[in-house]
T-cell receptor, first 110, second 115 residues
Framework: NAGVTQTPKFQVLKTGQSMTLQCAQD?????MSWYRQDPGMGLRLIHY???????DQGEVPNGYNVSRSTTEDFPLRLLSAAPSQTSVYFC?????????FGPGTRLTVT | AQSVAQPEDQVNVAEGNPLTVKCTYS??????LFWYVQYPNRGLQFLLK??????LVKGSYGFEAEFNKSQTSFHLKKPSALVSDSALYFC?????????????FGKGTKLSVIP
C-alpha cells in the first residue's frame, strides 16, 4: 500500500491565483481530512469528509473548498490564494483506530 | 468543545535521562488520545494511542504514555532518551458525535536530547 499520497510537495503561488492540492489513499478509509500546520499553532483542521459525497468544515475552512467524489481522493482547492495561506498542508485518513498522514505540501503565497 | 494543551513549547533532556512531554485535555465523554512525532521536514508519525483499558500505554520506539482520568492528562514518557528522539511531539484527542468527527491537536512540544 502507498498509504496517503500528496502532490505537489512544494508550490509557490502569487496572490489571487487558484490551485488544487491533491490527496489520495489506497486503504479504503471512509474518513479523510486536511490540516494546515503553522509554527506555534500545531495542526488545525480545515475540512474533513466521512465518506464519498459528504464533507464538512473544520476549524479554519475559509478560503478553501473540498469535494469527495470517490473514497480514494480528497482534493483541497484554494480559490484565491492569500499570503495568510502560506503553510504546510497535510492530508490524512482515518482507519483501524488511528490517523495516517501524507508527507505534506509546502505552499508559499507571495 | 474539545481542547488539548501542551504546556511546554520546548523540553531539553540529556541523553540517557528519562524524558516526559506533558499533555492535558478537555473533552466531554470518553477521550481517544494520541501521540504523534514529527521529524524535520517530514509528516506526522503515529506513536501510541489510548482508547480504553490499561492506563499505561506502550508505543513505538520505546515510548509510553500514562492516561490519568482524574488529572485529565496523557503524558508521554521514555525511560532513557536518545539523541535521535529529538523532534516535535504532538498530543491529540479524537472526538466524534452529533455529526462531527475530528482530531484536535495540541500546539506541539519540541524535544531536544543533548548528547
Amino acid at each position: 500500500n502507498a498509504g496517503v499520497t500528496q502532490t505537489p510537495k512544494f508550490q509557490v503561488l502569487k496572490t489571487g491565483q487558484s490551485m488544487t492540492l491533491q490527496c489520495a489513499q489506497d486503504m479504503n478509509h471512509e474518513y479523510m481530512s486536511w490540516y494546515r500546520q503553522d509554527p506555534g499553532m500545531g495542526l488545525r483542521l480545515i475540512h474533513y469528509s466521512v465518506g464519498a459525497g459528504i464533507t464538512d468544515q473544520g476549524e479554519v475552512p475559509n478560503g478553501y473548498n473540498v469535494s469527495r467524489s470517490t473514497t480514494e481522493d480528497f482534493p483541497l482547492r484554494l480559490l484565491s490564494a492569500a499570503p495568510s495561506q502560506t503553510s504546510v498542508y497535510f492530508c490524512a485518513s482515518w482507519g483501524r483506530g488511528e490517523q495516517y498522514f501524507g508527507p505534506g505540501t509546502r505552499l508559499t503565497v507571495t | 468543545a474539545q481542547s488539548v494543551a501542551q504546556p511546554e513549547d520546548q523540553v531539553n533532556v540529556a541523553e540517557g535521562n528519562p524524558l516526559t512531554v506533558k499533555c492535558t485535555y478537555s473533552v466531554s465523554g470518553n477521550p481517544y488520545l494520541f501521540w504523534y512525532v514529527q521529524y524535520p521536514n517530514r509528516g506526522l508519525q503515529f506513536l501510541l494511542k489510548y482508547i480504553t483499558g490499561d492506563n499505561l500505554v506502550k508505543g513505538s520506539y520505546g515510548f509510553e504514555a500514562e492516561f490519568n482520568k482524574s488529572q485529565t492528562s496523557f503524558h508521554l514518557k521514555k525511560p532513557s532518551a536518545l539523541v535521535s528522539d529529538s523532534a516535535l511531539y504532538f498530543c491529540a484527542v479524537w472526538t466524534s458525535g452529533a455529526g462531527s468527527y475530528q482530531l484536535t491537536f495540541g500546539k506541539g512540544t519540541k524535544l531536544s536530547v543533548i548528547p
